[in-house]
Each structure stands twice: as structure tokens, then as C-alpha cells.
């Protein structure tokens, strides 16, 4: 019987998302094992065998996005330079190690691998590191896209795609100025590989050789949402988006208040992003103080917001499955998570974020029509409110979210990923 291995970053936006797929295959009579940080394990379910990350795959990713070397670095390419060096990269031969490490243990039957955008540790068995191999391999973008494509920028730059032949021309420059900044990164990806033993040949830029080597890569989304391009690989799919993650919490006291106001606004700054809560959470509360209706703050971790006005509600964790159906807009940083739970809903949004990829995020969610985007880290408060005015007032955002949320309704993630697993086992 053939098994599957699925890998995901030790990011839990990353992480999350192959979860719900390793729980689904493994209910459908699938033998799966998941591996990623071992500070995840106690959230999968039983019927699937998990296994921890070592060595260098190891990584303390909320220790390293909270460090004083990455909170010095402007926020944009340098930042995203640096997350991609330390956070992902850096990691691949500890990564590509306990891959084969669970191959191993497979002994004598067959191993598909599962593995999402970010874990690039997948790339050395996928381009002939000697060892033990995956007899075929699944790609899924549980992130946004990032392939590079002659329509568009490099992802991180926030730039809108321009497919004219001026356009074309500055994606070309921007591509080369942005591979001056990740030259670094794409060097020690390079010489990673060698020392793996991977043989000699072109060796593909590191945020497109995910997408690249897999045998099928289903991007979790609609293709809006990444740019139409003339010329995406015939290997990759849109798949839509997944149900969320099941995280345990319960619906609070004061949920009747949710399900019986008039207007309900939401705001979350995610599950990293979220080390201060000044950033947004806090001036959404202050510009919504005498919003006539419910203001409802996920807050991602524990932790006091302050000044609260009446008609806030505060929760560190809320199942949004149950909230979104209930909200009005969502005010978010911009977390692919979020945002395509949100859209799946069909629910407008007001964003705010540059971190990590969020600016990226946010550019590609407001060219879908279905979002204001602040293009700032720390809103002001008055622009909280009147963006939030816009959204509710402005019929064309609930429409084009809605429109998205009919894109979704189409498709079914897990029967596409089970389809690609059944194809690529032969």
C-alpha cells in the first residue's frame, strides 16, 4: 500500500493548512504520516502518525521573527530577504534529512510526498539527492503564489501585473533588482544542494522550485487571487481553499451578541504578525468606538488590549468558520489564511500589512475589487473608519467578494488533492 508523507513548514500558517489534508487522506483509509515542528503534534489527529523536525529543520520561528537582527530591518524586500535566508532556507539540509529519514521508515512500500510552497527542503530528493526517494511528489500552496511569470513582478514587491510590453519590461528589471537582494539566499540554496549530492544542472530560483519540481502543484486558491499569467506550468492547478483547521477553541460567552447584532466588523492581526497589537487591532477599536454595532478583535495569542471600548468583544482565538458568516467586514493584515476564509465567505475586507508576505497579499486582494488596502503596517485610526465606511457603504466590494466566494463554492480542494495523490501513485 502506498503511503504519504506529508511535510510543512515549522510556520503555523503554513503548517495548518496540511494538517486539514493529512486528516482528510488519512479518514479516506490513507497510511499518513505528517512532519513538521514538533510544538504542532499535539493538534493532529489520531489516525495520523506525526513526526518532528530535528537538527537544523528545528526552527524557533517565533523566536526568529521576534530577534532584534530582524526587527532592525525595514519592513518590505530586505525583511522578506532575511525571513527567506533564515527562516526557510537555512533549513533545507536538516529538512531534506528527516524527509528521508520517514521514507525510511516506510521500509519497502511506496511514499507519495505532500509538500506545501515553503518547505524547500523537499527540493534535494525532488532533483536526485542520493537516498531514499518519494516514489512521486504533490505541491500545495497553502501561501500565495509565487511563481515567476513574464506577467508579473517578483512576488514581495507588491507591484499589480502588467502582461504590455512596457510592463514586461519592468517585471524584467524588477526580477533583477530583486535578485540582487536575494542573491545571498539563492547562493546558499545552490551550494545546499551540492552538498547534498544533487547532480549538476540548472538549478531553478529557489521560490519557484517548489512549484517546479513537483509532479503536481494545487495552489490553494482561485486564480484571481494569484494573477491571471500566460504562462503557468501545465502541472499546476487552482484548487480553491480548504476548510479551516479545527483549533479546539469554544465559541465564547458573548457569541448571542455576534449572532444578533445589526452590523458586526471583525479585525485580526493573525497568528505572527500579531506581537504587538497597536499595530491594528487597537486603532480598529479606537476608530470603531461608536460604530452602531458589534467589534469583534481575534486577537491570535493572550495577551491585554488596551482601551476596549463597550461594543468591542475580545477573543484570543474564535472559529471563524462560525464568525465569518456573521461578519460585515474583516479588517485584517492580510494573512492568506484569513484572507481566503474571508472571501470564501464572501465576506469584503479592509487590509493592513506589510509584513512578511502580507504587502503582497494585500496589492493582489485589492485588484480582485474586494478590499481597501491601507498599504501600512499601523493605520490611523480615521483611516480605519473610513475605509471600514467605504467597504459598508460601497456595494461593489460585497459584490466582488461574493463573486470570489461563488469561484470558491466550485471548487473542492481535498477531492483535487486525493485525485492528484491517486494520479502520481499510479
Same mark, same amino acid.
Not at 216 to 232: A, G, H, I, N, P
Not at 271 to 298: H, M, R, Y
Not at 324 to 333: A, E, G, M, Q, S
Given at each position: 500500500?502506498?503511503?504519504?508523507?506529508?511535510?510543512?513548514?515549522?510556520? =503555523?500558517?503554513?503548517?495548518?493548512? *496540511?494538517?486539514?489534508?493529512?486528516?482528510?487522506?488519512?479518514?479516506?483509509?490513507?497510511?499518513?504520516?505528517?512532519?513538521? !515542528?514538533?510544538? @504542532?503534534?499535539?493538534? /493532529?489527529?489520531?489516525? /495520523?502518525?506525526?513526526?518532528?523536525?530535528?537538527?537544523?529543520?528545528?526552527?524557533?520561528?517565533?523566536?526568529?521573527?521576534?530577534?532584534?537582527?530582524?526587527?532592525?530591518?525595514?519592513?518590505?524586500?530586505?525583511? &522578506?530577504? $532575511?525571513?527567506?535566508?533564515?527562516?526557510?532556507?537555512?533549513?533545507?539540509?536538516?529538512?531534506?534529512?528527516?524527509?528521508?529519514?520517514?521514507?525510511?521508515?516506510?521500509?519497502?512500500?511506496?511514499?507519495?510526498?505532500?509538500?506545501?510552497?515553503?518547505?524547500?527542503? +523537499?527540493?534535494?530528493?525532488?532533483?536526485? +539527492?542520493?537516498?531514499?526517494?518519494?516514489?512521486?511528489?504533490?505541491?500545495?500552496?497553502?501561501?500565495?503564489?509565487?511563481?515567476?511569470?513574464?506577467?508579473?513582478?517578483?512576488?514581495?514587491?507588491?507591484?499589480?501585473?502588467?502582461?504590455?510590453?512596457?510592463?514586461?519590461?519592468?517585471?524584467?528589471?524588477? =526580477?533583477?533588482?530583486?535578485?540582487?537582494?536575494?542573491?545571498?539566499?539563492?547562493?546558499? &540554496?545552490?551550494?545546499?544542494?551540492?552538498?547534498?549530492?544533487?547532480?549538476?544542472?540548472?538549478?531553478?530560483?529557489?521560490?519557484?522550485?517548489?512549484?517546479?519540481?513537483?509532479?503536481? @502543484?494545487?495552489?490553494?486558491?482561485?486564480?484571481?487571487?494569484?494573477?491571471?499569467?500566460?504562462?503557468?506550468?501545465? !502541472?499546476?492547478?487552482?484548487?480553491?481553499?480548504?476548510?479551516?483547521?479545527?483549533?479546539?477553541?469554544?465559541?465564547?460567552? $458573548? $457569541?448571542?451578541?455576534?449572532?444578533?447584532?445589526?452590523?458586526?466588523? /471583525?479585525?485580526?492581526?493573525?497568528?505572527?504578525?500579531?506581537?504587538?497589537?497597536?499595530?491594528?487591532?487597537?486603532?480598529?477599536?479606537?476608530?470603531?468606538? %461608536?460604530?452602531?454595532?458589534?467589534?469583534?478583535?481575534?486577537?491570535?495569542?493572550?495577551?491585554?488590549?488596551? %482601551?476596549?471600548?463597550?461594543?468591542?468583544?475580545? +477573543?484570543?482565538?474564535?472559529?471563524?468558520?462560525?464568525? *465569518?458568516?456573521?461578519?460585515?467586514?474583516?479588517?485584517?493584515?492580510?494573512?492568506?489564511?484569513?484572507?481566503?476564509?474571508?472571501?470564501? !465567505?464572501? /465576506?469584503?475586507?479592509?487590509?493592513?500589512?506589510?509584513?512578511?508576505?502580507?504587502?503582497?497579499?494585500?496589492?493582489?486582494? +485589492?485588484?480582485?475589487?474586494?478590499?481597501?488596502?491601507?498599504?501600512?503596517?499601523?493605520?490611523?485610526?480615521?483611516?480605519?473608519?473610513?475605509?471600514?465606511?467605504?467597504?459598508?457603504?460601497?456595494?461593489?466590494?460585497?459584490? !466582488?467578494?461574493?463573486?470570489?466566494?461563488?469561484? =470558491?463554492?466550485?471548487?473542492?480542494?481535498?477531492?483535487?488533492?486525493?485525485?492528484?495523490?491517486?494520479?502520481?501513485?499510479?
Amino acid at each position: 500500500m502506498t503511503k504519504i508523507l506529508v511535510a510543512a513548514s515549522p510556520v =503555523y500558517g503554513h503548517f495548518a493548512p *496540511l494538517k486539514v489534508v493529512a486528516e482528510y487522506l488519512s479518514g479516506r483509509g490513507q497510511d499518513v504520516t505528517l512532519l513538521s !515542528h514538533r510544538d @504542532f503534534g499535539v493538534s /493532529v489527529g489520531s489516525g /495520523v502518525s506525526f513526526r518532528a523536525f530535528t537538527g537544523e529543520a528545528d526552527v524557533d520561528v517565533e523566536a526568529l521573527v521576534k530577534s532584534p537582527e530582524r526587527l532592525a530591518i525595514p519592513e518590505g524586500p530586505a525583511q &522578506f530577504a $532575511w525571513d527567506m535566508h533564515n527562516l526557510f532556507v537555512k533549513a533545507v539540509a536538516g529538512q531534506h534529512r528527516d524527509i528521508q529519514r520517514c521514507i525510511e521508515e516506510a521500509g519497502d512500500e511506496p511514499v507519495v510526498l505532500i509538500h506545501e510552497t515553503g518547505l524547500f527542503g +523537499a527540493v534535494p530528493v525532488l532533483m536526485g +539527492a542520493p537516498g531514499p526517494r518519494p516514489v512521486a511528489a504533490v505541491g500545495l500552496g497553502p501561501v500565495s503564489f509565487t511563481l515567476a511569470s513574464v506577467d508579473t513582478a517578483p512576488f514581495g514587491m507588491g507591484l499589480p501585473p502588467d502582461s504590455s510590453e512596457e510592463g514586461r519590461a519592468r517585471n524584467q528589471a524588477a =526580477y533583477e533588482a530583486m535578485g540582487e537582494v536575494l542573491g545571498p539566499t539563492q547562493e546558499l &540554496f545552490e551550494q545546499i544542494l551540492a552538498d547534498l549530492g544533487v547532480p549538476e544542472g540548472p538549478v531553478p530560483f529557489f521560490l519557484d522550485s517548489t512549484v517546479l519540481k513537483t509532479d503536481r @502543484f494545487l495552489q490553494l486558491s482561485v486564480e484571481e487571487l494569484s494573477y491571471k499569467r500566460s504562462d503557468t506550468p501545465a !502541472h499546476v492547478k487552482f484548487v480553491g481553499t480548504l476548510p479551516p483547521a479545527t483549533t479546539g477553541s469554544d465559541l465564547p460567552a $458573548w $457569541w448571542p451578541e455576534v449572532t444578533g447584532a445589526e452590523k458586526v466588523v /471583525v479585525v485580526t492581526q493573525g497568528t505572527i504578525a500579531n506581537q504587538d497589537l497597536a499595530d491594528l487591532i487597537e486603532p480598529t477599536l479606537k476608530a470603531l468606538a %461608536d460604530f452602531p454595532g458589534l467589534v469583534v478583535a481575534a486577537a491570535g495569542r493572550a495577551g491585554e488590549v488596551r %482601551d476596549a471600548p463597550a461594543n468591542a468583544r475580545v +477573543a484570543e482565538f474564535i472559529p471563524f468558520d462560525d464568525l *465569518l458568516p456573521h461578519t460585515d467586514v474583516l479588517v485584517t493584515n492580510g494573512g492568506f489564511g484569513a484572507v481566503q476564509q474571508a472571501l470564501r !465567505h464572501g /465576506v469584503p475586507m479592509v487590509a493592513a500589512g506589510l509584513s512578511e508576505e502580507k504587502q503582497e497579499n494585500n496589492v493582489r486582494l +485589492a485588484a480582485t475589487g474586494a478590499a481597501v488596502d491601507l498599504a501600512t503596517n499601523r493605520p490611523a485610526a480615521d483611516d480605519v473608519r473610513q475605509a471600514v465606511d467605504t467597504v459598508l457603504n460601497t456595494d461593489s466590494y460585497r459584490f !466582488h467578494a461574493q463573486r470570489l466566494a461563488a469561484e =470558491y463554492a466550485k471548487l473542492n480542494a481535498l477531492e483535487e488533492i486525493e485525485k492528484a495523490v491517486s494520479e502520481v501513485a499510479g
